[in-house]
């Protein structure tokens, strides 16, 4: 049987990975000359594809050396100082020897290492301090990529997937004491998909990460870049989609890389030969039908206000909000509806570009207007 040449869930590689070269592009110049990059983008979008597909274009490239950190499990800072050194230890280094020897010399604190063999056969290391080396424990760690860099001459890139997680521990302003020396040698990418967490911490002028990132917007992934991906997988599996279906497919998802996946895969899954019209509208209805209880969610989670001004951008597509005509119709008054629309950027909700507000989840929106 041939297996559907489409997937969604987790992050994508090579032949399920399409485009993102401007944006590939632009990572490495910043890495070259030495920014910080703060890269937001909503749920699903392909941020850690991206980053990953980065990882892997410089894995050959002896000049860098690239950490990636996933931050969404780590919940407490002594977790954090842990696991960010397992994962230095193991991107850093070959040998288990090598790097306790370049770490030990290196910290402030005695350091208790252990390396142990897990049942495939790779090593994981463990960092032990007592909690009055917490401290000097974190600095150590921290430190580590620019100790490295300077050792080995190369240039070492950190990547913090999830870095919103960071609010709860309240390390920033260690954080960013620490790393703000390394900006020659290392270059640190944070990544997340909770944007008024992270634009209140790199946005806020109290705050430690204030104005020190450059921020990387990535945007849907064009429509010719998908016309090509997808009709070359319904080609080489023998089944037929035009140019206009692909079209169609796009306006329905916005381009949203998780739902042009998730819809290409449904419409491939139901199509013995060529795609029609039917098949594309049986498929919509049932991704709605899966996500319902995830609608249903967030939407519980809305205030009545919230909701009628999620209505309220429906109806008028985001735009002119707050012409006089347009509240009226609604009853709703200027001042709540800018209170409102906060709070639904705050849950991440809505957002806006330019002077247009959308729902974040084009998906979302689509469930909202069968209410
Ligand atoms: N460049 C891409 N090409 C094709 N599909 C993609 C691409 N990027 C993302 N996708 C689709 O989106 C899904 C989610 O991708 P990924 O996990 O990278 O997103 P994310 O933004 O990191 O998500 P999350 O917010 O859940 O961490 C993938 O499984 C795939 O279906
Ligand atoms: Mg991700």
Not at 41 to 70: H, I, W
């Amino acid at each position: 049987m041939v297996k559907n040449p489409f997937y969604f869930g987790n992050e994508v590689y090579d032949e399920d990975f399409c485009n993102r070269v401007k944006e590939l592009e632009e990572l490495k110049k910043d890495i070259d000359v030495g920014l910080n990059i703060l890269l937001y983008a909503p749920r699903r979008f392909g941020k850690t594809s991206l980053l990953k597909k980065l990882q892997n274009d410089l894995k050959n490239d002896a000049s860098y050396k690239v950490v990636f950190f996933d931050l969404f499990s780590v919940s407490s800072i002594d977790e954090f100082i842990q696991k960010y050194f397992n994962v230095l230890a193991i991107a850093l280094e070959t040998t288990p020897d090598k790097i306790l020897s370049l770490f030990k010399s290196t910290f402030s604190i005695r350091p208790n290492i252990t390396a142990t063999l897990n049942q495939n056969g790779e090593t994981s290391f463990g960092l032990n301090f007592s909690k009055s080396e917490r401290n000097n424990s974190l600095e150590d760690v921290l430190n580590l990529p620019l100790v490295y860099a300077k050792k080995m001459g190369v240039k070492v890139v950190v990547i913090f997937d999830e870095f919103q997680e960071i609010e709860q521990f309240e390390i920033e302003k260690k954080f960013r004491s620490v790393i703000q020396t390394h900006s020659k040698e290392v270059s640190y990418i944070f990544c997340g998909s909770k944007k008024s967490i992270l634009s209140e911490m790199f946005n806020d002028r109290t705050r430690a990460f204030y104005k020190s990132v450059k921020h990387l917007h990535i945007n849907e992934i064009s429509l010719e870049d998908w016309e090509m991906f997808a009709s070359v997988k319904f080609e080489r599996t023998d089944k037929i989609i035009t140019k206009e279906q692909i079209e169609h497919i796009y306006t329905i998802t916005s381009g949203f890389p998780y739902y042009m996946q998730q819809l290409l895969f449904m419409v491939w899954d139901s199509t013995q030969r060529s795609v029609n019209d039917t098949i594309i509208k049986t498929a919509l209805k049932l991704m709605i039908e899966r996500e319902y209880d995830l609608y249903s969610l967030i939407w519980s989670n809305l205030t009545p206000n919230q909701k009628k001004c999620v209505k309220y951008i429906l109806a008028f597509n985001g735009e002119n909000l707050y012409a006089n005509e347009s509240l009226s119709d609604f009853s709703i008054s200027a001042t709540t509806l800018k209170s409102t629309l906060e709070a639904l950027a705050k849950k991440d909700v809505v957002d806006r570009k330019n002077d247009r507000y959308y729902l974040v989840d084009p998906f979302m929106k689509l469930w909202v207007e069968r209410l």
